[in-house]
Protein backbone atom coordinates (compact mmCIF):
# COMPACT_ATOMS: atom_id res chain seq x y z
CA UNK A 1 0.00 0.00 0.00
CA UNK A 2 2.79 2.19 0.10
CA UNK A 3 4.39 1.84 -3.12
CA UNK A 4 4.44 4.12 -5.64
CA UNK A 5 4.34 2.46 -9.19
CA UNK A 6 5.75 4.62 -12.04
CA UNK A 7 5.67 3.87 -15.86
CA UNK A 8 7.75 3.31 -18.44
CA UNK A 9 10.71 2.82 -17.03
CA UNK A 10 12.26 4.64 -20.12
CA UNK A 11 11.21 7.01 -23.03
CA UNK A 12 12.47 8.39 -25.96
CA UNK A 13 10.67 11.33 -27.59
CA UNK A 14 12.07 13.84 -30.70
CA UNK A 15 12.44 17.73 -29.83
CA UNK A 16 9.18 18.98 -29.73
CA UNK A 17 7.34 16.02 -28.48
CA UNK A 18 4.97 15.64 -24.86
CA UNK A 19 6.63 12.72 -23.14
CA UNK A 20 4.18 11.52 -20.78
CA UNK A 21 5.24 9.84 -17.23
CA UNK A 22 2.71 8.34 -15.37
CA UNK A 23 2.49 6.64 -11.25
CA UNK A 24 -0.17 5.03 -9.44
CA UNK A 25 -0.81 4.88 -6.10
CA UNK A 26 -2.33 3.05 -3.34
CA UNK A 27 -2.25 4.91 0.07
CA UNK A 28 -5.73 7.82 -0.22
CA UNK A 29 -3.62 9.08 2.70
CA UNK A 30 -1.18 10.43 0.66
CA UNK A 31 -1.44 14.06 0.38
CA UNK A 32 1.38 15.30 -1.60
CA UNK A 33 3.11 14.53 -5.02
CA UNK A 34 5.82 15.81 -6.44
CA UNK A 35 8.22 15.53 -8.96
CA UNK A 36 11.32 14.87 -9.01
CA UNK A 37 14.21 15.57 -12.08
CA UNK A 38 16.96 14.14 -11.72
CA UNK A 39 20.40 14.31 -13.96
CA UNK A 40 23.34 11.99 -14.07
CA UNK A 41 25.50 12.37 -11.25
CA UNK A 42 23.60 14.55 -9.38
CA UNK A 43 21.37 14.75 -6.39
CA UNK A 44 17.54 14.63 -7.18
CA UNK A 45 15.96 18.68 -7.72
CA UNK A 46 12.29 19.41 -7.49
CA UNK A 47 10.65 19.85 -10.56
CA UNK A 48 7.01 20.38 -9.46
CA UNK A 49 4.14 19.00 -6.82
CA UNK A 50 0.45 18.73 -6.49
CA UNK A 51 -2.02 18.37 -3.73
CA UNK A 52 -4.51 16.02 -4.53
CA UNK A 53 -7.23 19.03 -4.07
CA UNK A 54 -6.42 20.44 -7.73
CA UNK A 55 -6.70 18.29 -11.31
CA UNK A 56 -3.83 19.89 -12.64
CA UNK A 57 -0.62 22.39 -12.06
CA UNK A 58 1.49 23.91 -14.52
CA UNK A 59 4.85 25.73 -14.22
CA UNK A 60 6.43 26.68 -17.03
CA UNK A 61 6.37 23.81 -19.79
CA UNK A 62 5.89 21.03 -17.07
CA UNK A 63 2.58 20.47 -16.26
CA UNK A 64 0.62 17.78 -13.55
CA UNK A 65 -2.03 15.88 -13.95
CA UNK A 66 -3.84 14.50 -11.18
CA UNK A 67 -6.56 12.32 -10.85
CA UNK A 68 -8.27 11.39 -7.44
CA UNK A 69 -10.44 8.98 -8.08
CA UNK A 70 -8.40 6.69 -10.26
CA UNK A 71 -5.48 7.12 -7.81
CA UNK A 72 -3.23 8.11 -10.69
CA UNK A 73 -0.84 11.13 -11.57
CA UNK A 74 1.16 12.02 -14.71
CA UNK A 75 4.02 14.35 -15.90
CA UNK A 76 3.68 16.18 -19.31
CA UNK A 77 6.38 18.26 -20.83
CA UNK A 78 5.16 20.49 -23.08
CA UNK A 79 7.54 21.25 -26.10
CA UNK A 80 10.70 18.81 -24.89
CA UNK A 81 14.43 19.75 -25.74
CA UNK A 82 17.01 18.08 -25.32
CA UNK A 83 18.37 19.26 -22.09
CA UNK A 84 15.45 17.82 -20.54
CA UNK A 85 17.02 14.66 -20.86
CA UNK A 86 17.16 13.23 -17.38
CA UNK A 87 15.77 10.87 -14.88
CA UNK A 88 12.46 11.38 -13.69
CA UNK A 89 10.81 10.34 -10.26
CA UNK A 90 7.42 10.81 -8.82
CA UNK A 91 6.92 10.51 -5.45
CA UNK A 92 4.09 10.30 -2.98
CA UNK A 93 3.48 11.40 1.18
CA UNK A 94 1.44 12.09 3.94
CA UNK A 95 2.42 16.05 4.70
CA UNK A 96 0.22 17.07 7.87
CA UNK A 97 2.17 15.17 9.65
CA UNK A 98 4.96 17.67 10.18
CA UNK A 99 7.52 15.07 9.09
CA UNK A 100 7.84 14.39 5.30
CA UNK A 101 8.60 10.44 4.24
CA UNK A 102 8.49 10.63 0.56
CA UNK A 103 7.33 6.97 -1.29
CA UNK A 104 9.33 7.13 -4.56
CA UNK A 105 8.87 5.74 -7.90
CA UNK A 106 11.41 4.25 -9.57
CA UNK A 107 11.95 6.50 -12.36
CA UNK A 108 11.85 6.82 -15.98
CA UNK A 109 14.77 7.70 -17.79
CA UNK A 110 13.78 10.41 -20.64
CA UNK A 111 15.85 10.87 -23.93
CA UNK A 112 14.91 13.87 -25.85
CA UNK A 113 16.78 13.16 -29.40
CA UNK A 114 17.81 16.71 -31.41
CA UNK B 1 16.97 28.60 1.55
CA UNK B 2 18.69 25.53 2.77
CA UNK B 3 21.90 24.47 1.52
CA UNK B 4 23.05 20.52 1.52
CA UNK B 5 26.84 19.67 1.54
CA UNK B 6 28.22 16.09 1.37
CA UNK B 7 31.22 15.00 1.40
CA UNK B 8 33.11 13.12 -0.13
CA UNK B 9 32.14 13.87 -3.24
CA UNK B 10 33.69 10.28 -4.66
CA UNK B 11 34.70 7.40 -2.57
CA UNK B 12 36.35 4.58 -3.51
CA UNK B 13 37.28 1.65 -0.71
CA UNK B 14 38.05 -1.67 -0.15
CA UNK B 15 35.64 -4.99 0.85
CA UNK B 16 35.35 -4.86 4.69
CA UNK B 17 36.80 -1.05 5.81
CA UNK B 18 34.92 1.86 7.70
CA UNK B 19 32.64 4.67 6.26
CA UNK B 20 31.83 7.46 7.14
CA UNK B 21 29.86 10.05 4.86
CA UNK B 22 28.95 13.23 6.42
CA UNK B 23 25.66 15.54 5.78
CA UNK B 24 25.17 19.27 6.72
CA UNK B 25 22.84 21.83 6.07
CA UNK B 26 23.00 25.50 6.11
CA UNK B 27 20.45 28.25 6.25
CA UNK B 28 17.65 26.07 8.51
CA UNK B 29 17.30 25.14 11.84
CA UNK B 30 15.84 21.93 13.13
CA UNK B 31 15.23 19.87 9.94
CA UNK B 32 14.10 16.89 9.27
CA UNK B 33 17.26 14.52 7.77
CA UNK B 34 16.99 11.61 5.63
CA UNK B 35 19.98 8.98 4.05
CA UNK B 36 19.04 7.83 0.60
CA UNK B 37 20.64 5.15 -1.29
CA UNK B 38 20.55 4.73 -5.51
CA UNK B 39 21.66 1.63 -6.95
CA UNK B 40 23.06 2.11 -10.52
CA UNK B 41 19.49 3.32 -12.77
CA UNK B 42 17.64 2.65 -9.76
CA UNK B 43 15.04 4.54 -7.63
CA UNK B 44 15.67 5.99 -4.38
CA UNK B 45 15.68 3.68 -1.14
CA UNK B 46 15.29 5.84 2.53
CA UNK B 47 17.48 4.56 4.91
CA UNK B 48 17.31 6.60 7.66
CA UNK B 49 15.80 9.64 9.05
CA UNK B 50 16.24 11.96 11.84
CA UNK B 51 13.96 14.44 13.64
CA UNK B 52 16.30 15.51 16.06
CA UNK B 53 19.77 15.41 17.78
CA UNK B 54 20.27 11.50 18.72
CA UNK B 55 16.86 10.52 16.85
CA UNK B 56 17.35 8.07 13.88
CA UNK B 57 15.13 6.10 12.98
CA UNK B 58 15.94 3.08 10.31
CA UNK B 59 13.94 2.16 7.48
CA UNK B 60 15.60 -1.27 6.41
CA UNK B 61 17.73 -3.67 8.26
CA UNK B 62 21.42 -3.29 6.99
CA UNK B 63 24.89 -3.19 7.63
CA UNK B 64 24.82 0.75 8.01
CA UNK B 65 24.27 3.20 10.93
CA UNK B 66 23.35 6.69 11.12
CA UNK B 67 23.88 9.52 13.67
CA UNK B 68 22.91 13.28 14.16
CA UNK B 69 25.61 14.72 16.32
CA UNK B 70 24.74 17.89 15.60
CA UNK B 71 21.07 19.85 14.42
CA UNK B 72 22.39 20.07 11.15
CA UNK B 73 24.31 17.07 10.95
CA UNK B 74 23.98 13.79 9.75
CA UNK B 75 26.22 10.82 9.71
CA UNK B 76 26.35 7.77 7.63
CA UNK B 77 28.55 5.28 9.04
CA UNK B 78 29.84 1.42 8.73
CA UNK B 79 32.49 -0.58 10.12
CA UNK B 80 32.78 -3.05 7.78
CA UNK B 81 31.75 -2.28 3.91
CA UNK B 82 30.24 -4.83 1.55
CA UNK B 83 30.14 -5.11 -2.23
CA UNK B 84 26.22 -4.45 -1.27
CA UNK B 85 26.70 -1.14 -0.30
CA UNK B 86 28.12 0.39 -3.67
CA UNK B 87 26.11 3.15 -4.98
CA UNK B 88 25.13 6.46 -4.49
CA UNK B 89 24.11 8.02 -1.70
CA UNK B 90 22.33 11.06 -1.05
CA UNK B 91 20.93 13.18 2.19
CA UNK B 92 17.97 15.25 2.00
CA UNK B 93 16.10 17.57 4.32
CA UNK B 94 12.89 19.40 5.18
CA UNK B 95 11.22 21.57 7.84
CA UNK B 96 8.03 21.57 8.97
CA UNK B 97 6.81 19.67 6.58
CA UNK B 98 8.57 22.45 3.42
CA UNK B 99 9.48 20.59 0.06
CA UNK B 100 12.29 18.10 0.32
CA UNK B 101 15.68 19.02 -0.67
CA UNK B 102 18.39 16.93 -2.21
CA UNK B 103 22.43 17.19 -1.29
CA UNK B 104 24.63 16.54 -4.75
CA UNK B 105 25.15 13.31 -3.25
CA UNK B 106 28.32 10.50 -2.85
CA UNK B 107 28.97 7.95 -5.10
CA UNK B 108 30.47 5.20 -2.93
CA UNK B 109 32.30 2.11 -4.79
CA UNK B 110 33.36 -1.24 -2.94
CA UNK B 111 35.70 -3.35 -4.27
Known amino acids: QQQVKQSPQSLIVQKGGIPIINCAYENTAFDYFPWYQQFPGKGPALLIA?????SEKKEGRFTISFNKSAKQFSLHIMDSQPGDSATYFCAASIMNTGFQKLVFGTGTRLLVSP | SQTIHQWPATLVQPVGSPLSLECTVEGTSNPNLYWYRQAAGRGLQLLFYSVGIGQISSEVPQNLSASRPQDRQFILSSKKLLLSDSGFYLCACTRAGEVQYFGPGTRLLVL
Open chain 1, 50 to 54: IRPDV
